[in-house]
């Protein structure tokens, strides 16, 4: 069969950096799962970008869809044959609806039963009549933010100015908004000029000779090879920030690195403050010596080539200057005043309508972080650490750096902090205490870090619950999801065996304190409660732990998470070994049986009848007593463990729904505190053995 390239590009305004590759990489998916749709092969795919285009290269596309001859299968014989032997409209329909005749039946016996089959030839579409649906393809792309323009109804990333869509050299006919697809492309937009591609293969090469380099991976090697060779010509050290870099590549189309320079004085400055004024605002490389001490020195990248550069490095040191003195200017005023004048700053600061000020939620972090410190087991020293550092964690955010750079806050906190005299660890928990701030952070080091950290994020999320400000679906503005796992993270990694549910009833305790929202404390408890496991959920997933042994560790209450994380790893060692699916089988029996036992009573050993309720009873009082005592997971699971074969004698001889009321009840009883222990580690009901 003959073969075709396909090429499909889509001409835009130029795009956020931070959209690109993720549009890229959506419009390859999407053409390659309607090509695998509509069973058209295909060699290979490449994708392309850059601010200004979104492209795919389909090598090697068929020429038409692949045949298909498949069987069909129709009503069964009884209802396809009538009486007199002749076919029921039943057949003759089934027939119709498959493009044969009745003449094409033959019958197959499935399970006993004969079954009218027809055998169906389907001849395969032209390619090219399949790809104006490439259409919708484009119309289909989901971007986190949209426009409109002109008169037109569609909402995109940006403008579309054109397309191009080719099936070898013939056009792909379709047309958006008011843009008709051809096969005219833009090359860079101040070096080069249009192009008429009709040779799809040929689309990077003749891109490349108009100054883009549409190939991504490309032009970051470029990039990197760029700042090696001024790293060599100048003894430099200039660490690459990949999320940076990936930026920084979106934002060209033609690659040029060059470097510039500030003054010296700037130098005084935080390194932190230098580094955000250049990365953060300007997408600048920051530069160091071999011994790691940032020079005066950037590196930017130039979307165009090597013409002029001295002329754009000025115009860069311009921009950096004037950023910096800014900076500076900030720096010395915020020097000049002490905390407590931020703190008082923070009574004119709004958190949240419903919620109060800055100032109160900072008063109900430093009541929530006492009582987590003393629930720690925290010294009188470092108690008064916590609360020192819970008093000016946020008193930052009001400082003229802070406000101008918000990337600082908590970093310029810290330096401030030390300034002022505060206890390192005080100083550094300010910074902290914002850790962790995103999915692959860590958690505080500090023990004052931890606590406040915790402190402040279940304030936040509390407080947030009691006003019904809850996440749903994508809508997330105060970053709940993002700061339930910062509270699970550092429980587990602090290794601290607090109760889940004891920490979500303090912080509940601390927010009634100041009447935020009219829902009860058992209402907020049992949201959050759900809300957290959701989260625990999630990081139990990440570690590829299996869906019904987390629903089994989740069923009941959380408690500690370390424990709890322990326990899922646990199941996960002991889920394929041998004897597992008996043990799992004999400990579900009992918390099954238990559900029947309407009347919660103690135990009476004068009422066992047999000698299976007595050894069971025994044994259950030792494994009580042992899970009490034990210190690690494995060593409970071998404990319950060893509850089975006393669990399958019991069953073996005894009627737990005896005739007898007393026996009976009885009986109930002890499956039931049987069953109380078992749940305390999982529920083996949820766990799917072979």
Not at 134 to 147: A, S, W, Y
Not at 672 to 685: C, K, P
Request: some cysteine; hydrophobic content about 40%.
């Amino acid at each position: 069969m003959n073969k075709r390239d396909i090429l499909l590009e889509v001409g835009l305004e130029e795009m956020p950096a931070r959209f690109v590759t993720d549009s890229m990489n959506q419009l390859g998916s999407k053409v390659e799962e309607f090509l695998q749709e509509q069973k058209v092969a295909y060699e290979g795919i490449k994708l392309y970008s850059t601010p200004r285009r979104l492209a795919v290269l389909v090598e090697g596309a068929a020429e038409a869809q692949e045949d298909i001859e498949e069987e069909a299968k129709g009503p069964a014989k009884k209802i396809a044959l009538q009486e007199d032997g002749s076919w029921s409209k039943a057949a003759m329909g089934f027939t119709r609806g498959q493009g044969v005749t009745v003449e094409d039946i033959y019958f197959k016996e499935i399970n006993g039963i004969e079954y009218v089959h027809v055998n169906k030839f389907i001849k395969g579409q032209p390619t090219i009549d399949l790809l104006p649906k490439l259409r919708e393809i484009i119309l289909g792309l989901h971007f986190g933010k949209n426009m409109r323009w002109a008169n037109n109804d569609l909402r995109y990333i940006r403008p579309i100015k054109w397309i191009v869509a080719l099936f070898g050299s013939e056009i792909i006919p379709f047309q958006i908004t008011n843009v008709s697809t051809g096969r005219i492309t833009k090359g860079h937009r101040f070096l080069g000029d249009s192009v008429t591609i009709t040779i799809p293969a040929e689309y990077e090469e003749q891109l490349r000779n108009q100054f883009v380099i549409a190939d991504p991976a490309e032009r970051k090697a470029m990039i990197r090879h760029q700042l090696s060779q001024l790293e060599q010509e100048k003894s430099w050290v200039i660490p690459v920030d990949e999320e940076l870099l990936e930026e920084v590549n979106n934002l060209v189309e033609y690659p040029t690195a060059l470097s510039g320079s500030f003054n010296e004085d700037f130098l005084e400055l935080p390194e932190e403050v230098l580094i955000t004024s250049m990365k953060e605002h300007q997408r600048y490389f920051p530069v160091k010596d071999q011994k790691g001490t940032l020079l005066p020195h950037f590196v930017t990248v130039r979307n165009g080539d090597s013409r002029s550069l001295d002329t754009v490095a000025r115009g860069n040191e311009k921009v950096l200057r004037a950023r910096l003195a800014d900076a500076d200017f900030f720096y010395k005023e915020d020097q000049s005043k002490d905390i407590d004048f931020f703190l008082s700053k923070l009574q004119a600061i709004v958190y949240h309508e419903k919620i109060g000020t800055l100032a109160e939620k900072v008063k109900r972090i430093r009541r929530l972080a006492a009582k987590l410190s003393e629930l720690t087991g925290a010294s009188e020293e470092e108690q008064e650490k916590v609360d020192r550092a819970a008093e000016i964690c946020k008193f930052d955010l009001v400082t003229q750096m802070v406000y101008e750079f918000p990337e600082l806050q908590g970093i310029m906190g810290e330096k401030y902090a030390e300034q002022k005299g505060e206890n390192p660890e005080v100083a550094r928990a300010v910074n902290e205490h914002y850790e962790p701030r995103h999915a692959d952070d860590k958690a505080p080091e500090t023990f004052t870090g931890a606590v406040v950290s915790l402190a402040d994020k279940l304030d936040t999320i509390v407080s947030c619950f009691a006003v019904d400000i809850i996440p749903t679906g994508s809508q997330d503005p105060y970053a709940l999801r993002r700061q339930a796992a910062g509270i699970v993270l550092i429980l587990e990694e602090k290794n601290w065996g607090v109760s889940l549910e004891t920490v979500l009833q303090i912080a509940i305790s601390v927010v009634k304190e100041d009447h935020i929202g009219e829902k009860t404390a058992d209402l907020l408890l049992e949201e959050l409660v759900a809300f957290f496991k959701l989260r625990i959920k999630h990081s139990l997933q990440a570690r590829d732990v299996r869906y019904d042994l987390i629903d089994a560790v989740l069923a009941g209450a959380v408690g500690s998470l370390p424990s709890l994380f322990a326990k899922a790893v646990v199941l996960m060692a002991h889920k394929e070994e041998d004897g597992f699916k008996e043990t799992a089988e004999a400990l579900s029996r009992v918390v099954n049986i238990a559900k029947k036992a309407e009347e919660h009573g103690a135990v009476d050993e004068q009422r066992f009848v047999n000698e299976e309720e007595k050894v069971l009873h025994r044994e259950f009082l030792r494994v009580q007593l042992g899970l009490q005592e034990s210190q690690t997971a494995e060593q409970q699971f071998a404990l319950l463990e060893s509850l089975k074969a006393p669990i399958e004698q019991y069953f073996d001889h005894t009627m737990v729904m005896a005739e007898e009321t007393d026996v009976r009840e009885n009986r109930l009883n002890q499956m039931r505190e049987l069953s109380n222990l078992i749940l305390t580690f999982a529920d083996f009901n949820k766990i799917l053995v072979k």
